[in-house]
Structures are given as C-alpha cells and as structure tokens.
C-alpha cells in the first residue's frame, strides 16, 4: 500500500448564523477552520449587524425556500461538491430544519462518507432562545436521521431527553435515555454541565455509540470568570477539525480517526486557551469600566485573530478524561 498518495483536501458546509462585526456563529467556525486546512463553504442561516449579546442589533433572517435552493438547486445538483462534513448550528424555524434534513439526507446518497456534525441550538441556563416549535422538530430530526455528532449543552439535553441532569447517575441515564430516543446519533458531546457545588470547573461528557463498550467519558474543566459569547460554535467547528480525519485521493488510504474522547479532550484545552487568551486581551476593558459592576463580566468577543498561532498547532496537548463507572453510587 502506498502511503504517499496524495491527501484531499477536506471541505465542509457550515450552515449557522452570521454577524458582520464579532465572532459566533459562521464567524466563529471559519476562520479557525480555514487556518487548520480545511475548504469551508458558509451558508448564513441569518445576517445580523452584531449577536444579541450586545444591547442592540439589527438585521433579518433568510427565508428557508432561499436556504434551501442555494443548498438543493445550486450546491447539490448544479455542483455536486463532494463534501467531508456538513456542520449545522442555529436555524431560526422549524421549516429550516425540515429542508436541511431532507437535503442532507441526498448528500449522503452520494456521498457515502459525508458527517453532519449538529449542534441543537435551543436555549441555555435554563430558557429557549428559540421557538417551543424547534424542541418537537429537533425531536423528530433526531430520531429520523443519522447524525455523525451532536453537540446539546445540559439544558439542550435535558430538553431533549426530559431528564434533569445534576449528578454523574443522572448524566449516564440521561445518554441511556437519548439512545434510546435517537438511535441513529452515533457519538454524542455534552457540554457546560454542572453537577456540584464547585464553582471552579464544569464538566463535558461524552459518549460514542460506535463502540462496543459505550463508554461514557467526562472531563473536569478549569472555569474562566467570564461570560463568552461564540465559545459553543468555536468548539464545534474544532471538535469537527480533529474528528473527521483527512482522505486520501486513493480509497485504500488509512484513517487518522482517533477517539471521540481523545478528540474531544484536545478540542476543550484548545477551546481553553483560545478563551483564557481572549480573557486576557480583554482584562483592559474590564478593569477600566466596562462590566466593571457584574459579578460574571460578559466579554462579547471572543479574540480569534490573536490567537491564529494556536489554530496552526500540529500537536495539540489534551486534558485528561475520566470514565463514568457503570454503576454511579
């Protein structure tokens, strides 16, 4: 076998929101992307000046009949691009997650290898930050479609499963439950979990339904006293990067895959860096006035382009996960 056969290059879809000035959303995940090599086509779900972090913006939202001829008439049938990934974050209606399923799903009839990475934007800290409609639409979506990674934060998973997670029992029933639901997720992350009282980390876990052990891993993560806007899209796009190997143009070529919990722990002291830095960039601000009387400072943008070295690494050092024991006393 010859491996000095040439690698493609590796090409995703990302379809989230856009803003012009800050960083969540499409801008959050294409820059890093593109840094680390891979060829990201950007379909914004909405234009907007600003997030909504910030006291005001404006801008609209595309119509989901022009999302879905720009996916189905122009890149699927017009250009048949042969894509690696498909990465799916906010979208604002239910009839945008109907024609995007529907669409993916023809993708994969050609292109057999192609990963949708789904992150199910629905709410956070306990409240929706989408329409009651979306939670049965995702449902649905969920159980009816082969997904290659989904990204729920705890209330995402809690809305999803209908199980309150506040101990390491709970989370192992709450994936036990979500299998159950949606059998067709192979690997699932879930992030920003609390379970205790300890306020100086916080714990991601995840589990893949590929193995046969079904294991379920965690991670205990140093907590930044801060309020980051565009952190959860920047880990998706970077937990895609070390997740989905490269392809070689010749078939036989053999995978780099590694484990969803050896990527995902490279993925968090990636994410961990980039917001330590930004935290630390921003600190001028903080101490000079602005959130100068919160408890938790909001820095409404995270600092990507400074931290463009840390996107270039070749080894990424990785924090140490542990296994959820089969049986939580």
Not at 191 to 208: F, K, R, W
Request: charged share 20%.
């Amino acid at each position: 076998m010859d491996y000095t056969s040439p690698i493609k290059c590796r090409k995703v879809l990302s379809i989230q929101s856009h803003v012009i000035h800050g960083y969540v959303g499409n801008k959050a995940a294409t820059f890093p992307l593109q840094y680390r090599g891979w060829d990201v086509d950007v379909l914004n779900t909405v234009q907007f000046s600003n997030h909504p972090g910030y006291e005001t913006f404006t801008g609209y939202k595309y119509d989901p009949k022009t999302l879905q001829d720009i996916v189905e008439n122009g890149l699927v049938d017009s250009l048949h691009i042969d894509y690696d990934a498909v990465l799916t974050g906010y979208l604002p209606s239910v009839e945008n997650l109907q024609n995007l399923a529907h669409i993916i799903n023809k993708m994969k009839e050609t292109n057999k290898h192609l990963k949708w990475i789904l992150d199910p934007v629905l709410g956070d800290n306990g409240r929706l930050y989408v329409s009651g409609d979306n939670v049965p639409a995702y449902k649905t979506l969920l159980r009816e479609n082969t997904i290659y990674l989904v990204t729920p934060n705890q209330f995402e998973m809690e809305t999803l499963t209908e199980i309150t997670i506040s101990s390491l029992e709970t989370l192992r029933r709450s994936f036990q439950e979500y299998h159950r639901l949606y059998p067709k997720t192979e690997r699932i992350v879930v992030t920003s979990l609390e379970l205790n009282s300890d306020d100086s980390t916080y714990i991601v876990a995840c589990c893949d339904t590929t193995n046969k052990d079904d294991d379920i891993w965690f991670f205990e993560v140093p907590k930044i006293k801060a309020h980051f806007n565009g952190s959860g899209d920047l880990f998706a796009a970077l937990l895609l990067d070390i997740l989905v190997p490269s392809r070689s143009l010749e078939v036989n070529y053999p995978s780099n895959h590694i484990p969803l919990h050896e990527a995902l722990g490279q993925t968090l002291w990636l994410v961990n860096e980039v917001l330590e830095r930004t935290f630390e960039l921003a600190r001028p601000l903080l101490v000079n006035g602005e959130n100068v009387d919160q408890e938790i400072p909001k820095i409404k943008d995270l600092r990507l382009i400074q931290c463009r070295a840390l996107f270039a690494l070749d080894c990424i050092p990785s924090l140490t996960p542990t296994r959820v024991p089969s049986t939580v006393v």
